[in-house]
């Protein structure tokens, strides 16, 4: 470890292989250990530990895990992730895991999603109607749109599941895709960045084309469209429908129904 040289051939070569084992380590050394793997590889690591002597390392690991165990808590206190018995790794990694990253992407994405299209609207707007500088959508409308009529819908993706539990345990390969990062990456967020701008486009330019009506009714058309839109973008991207699902979108809906009928002034 004095040697940088020899340092880096020594972790060049032992990451090769397809398991090391590390006899007779102090806390430190396995901390360093931990560190150097991540550095020589580009790679997120995993600790894996149940005693005292593990902490070192459950810390500079970017995911740890503490283990229950005789030797105390002191590991597990310090772990981002606490299990009972070591066999339950495997699915805190295989299923919690696989379904955490799949649905922070989808979500992220989402999120990005609802907010660009309204940026797209509104510029569609102020280029139609000779740039002026007014918001097609009122403080109101804004703040609704961003919290109690989307919310719901999409937040419920997180209860969206592309297979079931026995599958992922039977098929680790399964957890392998997800390596590759194809969820959440260029690629997907310029598939939703186009998605978008299209959807805004069809929206603002088709209640132009299609409504010969004044400017408040372009503003409760386009913003009826916008809340329908977003409800058929989660239904068109689960894998699974549930009844969580289908009862946030009708909430969202009557919610909707409810606020045009007791706000008329903002529609």
């Known amino acids: 470890m004095s040697e940088p040289l020899l340092e880096e051939r020594f972790f060049r070569a032992a990451t090769l292989a397809p398991s090391v084992c590390v006899c007779r380590c102090s806390p430190t050394q396995k901390a360093l250990v931990t560190v150097k793997i991540g550095e020589f590889t580009g790679k997120r690591t995993c600790s894996v530990g ?5 902490v070192g390392m459950i ?3 970017n995911v740890g895990v503490g283990i229950v165990g005789k030797e105390g808590k002191q590991a597990s206190l310090a772990s981002d992730f606490s299990i009972d018995e070591f066999k339950h790794l495997r699915r ?14 989808v979500l992220g994405q989402f999120v990005i999603h609802r907010g660009l299209i309204i940026s797209v609207i509104q510029a569609i707007f102020s280029i139609i109607f000779y740039f002026v500088a007014i918001p097609i959508y009122n403080g109101a409308l804004i703040l609704g749109y ?14 969206d599941r592309d297979v079931n539990v026995a599958t992922v345990m039977k098929y680790p390969p399964l957890y392998a895709t997800l390596q590759k990062g194809r969820e959440l990456n260029i690629k997907t967020f310029l598939i939703w960045f186009f998605k978008s701008i299209y959807q805004g486009c069809v929206i603002m330019l088709g209640t132009v084309l299609f409504f010969t009506e004044p400017f408040t009714n ?15 973008n989660v239904f068109s991207s689960v894998h699974h429908l549930n009844w969580k699902m289908v009862v946030s979108a009708v909430a969202t809906l009557f919610i909707y129904i409810l606020s045009i009928a007791l706000l008329p002034v903002y529609f």
């Open 50 to 54: 149940d005693g005292g002597n593990d």
């Open 59 to 61: 810390i500079e690991a």
């Open 92 to 105: 805190l990694i295989l299923w919690h895991g696989r379904l955490s990253y799949k649905r922070s992407a």
């Open 146 to 159: 961003a919290t109690v009529y989307t919310t719901l819908p999409v937040f419920s993706l997180v209860f």
């Open 218 to 232: 372009i503003v409760t058309i386009t913003f009826s469209a916008l809340i329908v839109t977003e409800l058929l």
